[in-house]
Structures are given as structure tokens and as C-alpha cells.
């Protein structure tokens, strides 16, 4: 898999419509249109219109300055694992996705040989396609068995799922027990997003890339009425037979677009996050040909809830395709970095641990092709220069929090879950 910077439109998907096995109600998709079903606006049971209160004593802004990441072998033995994280349940194990299609169990530092899930029969994978996410229900547990999957079906658009693990093992997912949120047509076969995460409004955000091909021939970063090249963001209990709401508070929930639509003008927002102390928003937006950006967005000022990230208009900070361009209402990135430091951002995570004290409040996030890991002051400016911390070598395909907030990533071409730690 890569998430590298194309110049070149890439080969269409082999059909745009629906595969008739989808559950959720769709139409056909037709290039630049994202074919889901239309919800009315109604609250999520478990959403809050309002952020959260800041937590006291003011969390660490971070200073990455002097320090030197380290990364150990947690695991090895995946194949092209692209994500890393937990289920919050207290049961201290980790989960991996693999592109082909498997999740794994890590538990005790150890990786279970049989998979918790397995949903290889129904997806296509290979080179941005595959299964691409994955985010537990922030109740997970035994009363609570709910998780959601972010995959490419055969026909090769985008799917989200929720499952459901078994009540009796916790160690194993029911397939059958698949109920499709989203299904969104895609035109090409890169640029697919994949990121999915649960905000501390009890929301579930999902990252779409622009569709694919280069430079974003269908303008699909800036049309508010579909889904490419936008976070999305859903509750995900079913409302008047539809398979998720739509919270009242997203900018185009009444009228003006699509109403799942959180923040547009994003190219391939491959990992996002949230900040577990402050709430605010932060996402790795993969570039064309020259540019990677990081975006933040606090928690305070609305986390990102109708901002418009700049693309195809912008490429960074710089005006994409032309001299100068009008800026008037775009967001633009906390930090950016040019090709010569590597070709497709690995958005991370605020470490919030408590083993390497010094990382409190700082940023990391990495490149794919370089395995450079930087970092960024997370309650600093909005205009930060990264600091290089660590020089890998791994091709880093994600970061991911344990329940403690400790960070692993995952190396995609060496089959490895990485432990980050601190050097002197």
C-alpha cells in the first residue's frame, strides 16, 4: 500500500454502483457523487451538541525540542498491518488491522493466533484499497458489543460497518452480524480515506479522501454535497429506519449540503484524532506533489465543525495549480512539509501517557516513504515548523493510543507493531 502523492488519475474502480449485497439504502454512484443514504436530522443518542469542558489542571501543551523518539518491537508477524488501537474496555489488549482483511489481538505483548475478525471474503484490497479502519463504541464491553469497520467492497467503493463481538469469547466478532452505515461510490481506486474515530461527543467521524485520480478532477474537496474529500460525522444509532442520524449541529444538516458533511476541502485524510485531554482535533491530510499538512482544530473553538482545510484550492499553504488563489474562509495547516522529507503524512496522536513524561502534549506523526517521525507543540501556535525526532526506516502506516494513552505504530512493510519510547 502507499498513500504517495499522485500525479497521474489512477485507474477507475471497476464499477461505481452498489453492489446489491449492501444492505444500506444507496443509489447509484456516478464519478465525483457519493451514493448514501440521506437521514433526517435528529440527535444521536449519544452525541452532545456541546465540547466538552476543559479538563483541569490545564493539559501539557508539549514541547518536542532536544528529544529523540525511539521505536521497539511490540510484535511482528503481521502481514501489512495499517492500524493500531484499543477497545477501551479495560482489557489492556490492542487491535491490529490488516490490509487483507483480518483483525488481530494483541494480548500481554503477544499476538493471538486466531483473528478477532475476519472479513477477507468481502472486501478488495491492494494498494489503497483494503480494510482501513476501525473504531470500538465508547461503551465497548460485555453490555456494549459494538465496533465499526472501515473497508473497500469488490466493487471497490467505500463501506462502513458496525459489528458486534461474540457475548461468550471476547476474543472473537460475528461477521454475520455486519449492519452497513455508509456506502459511498468511488471513482478511482486511490484516495479512499479509511480513518474512522469516536470524538468525545459520542460521535463517529469518518475520514474520506477526494475520490482519487490527481488534483481532484471532479472538484469533490469543495462540493458540499458529497461526501469525497470530507470529515464525516454520524451517530450511529438508526433513526426512522435509517442506519445512523445525523447530528443537528453539522453545518449542512439542515440545508446547503450533504448532511453527514463535518469539515470539507480535504484530500486524503488518511489518520485523524483526538486529543484525549483537550478534545482538539488533528489530522494528517495527505498532498499532491509538494506539499503534507498537518491540521489542528480545538476542541474550544468548535473541533473543526464546518472549517473548510483548503483543498484543491490550496496544497498546504500554498495556492495549488496557480500563482495566487482567494483564502478568504480556508483553515490552513498547523505544519507542513515538502517532498524532499518524504511523500505521504502519517497523521498520529497527543501523547498523553504516563511512562515518558517529557513527550506530555506533543504531536507525533510520521511520513510513510521516509519513516521520519516529528512532532509539534500541541497547545502551540498555528503556524509550527515540525521537529524531527526519530529517522525509522519502518514504513509507518499509522500511530495508535493504548488504553493508558502509551503509542505503538504500525509498520506496514516489516509485518511489526512498533512501541514508541524516548532516547537520550
Known sequence: MTLAACGAPASPSASSTPSAAVASPSSAATPGTAATPTPTASPSPAASATAPASPTPTPAAGDPTGLHVTIEPLVTGLTAPLLVTNAGDGSGRLFVVEQGGRIRIVEAGRLVERPFLDLSGRITSGGERGLLGLAFHPGFGPSEPRFYADYTDPDGNTVVSEFKASTSDPDVADPASERVLLHIGQPFANHNGGGLAF?????????????????????????????????????????????????????FAASGGAGEVFAIGLRNPWRFSFDRATGDLWIGDVGQGAWEEIDRARAADGGGRGLDYGWNVMEGRSCYGATTCDQTGLTLPIAVYDHSLGCAVIGGYVYRGSALPALDGVYLFSDECSGRIWGLSSGGSDDQQPVQLADTGAAIASFGEDEAGELYAADLAGGRILRIGLGG
Open 199 to 251: 470524538g468525545p461527543d459520542g460521535d463517529l467521524y469518518v475520514g474520506m479522501g477526494d475520490g482519487g485520480a490527481g488534483g481532484d478532477p471532479f472538484g469533490n474537496g469543495q462540493d458540499h454535497d458529497v461526501l469525497l474529500g470530507k470529515l464525516l460525522r454520524i451517530g450511529v444509532e438508526p433513526s426512522g429506519g435509517q442506519p445512523y442520524t445525523i447530528p443537528p449541529d453539522n453545518p
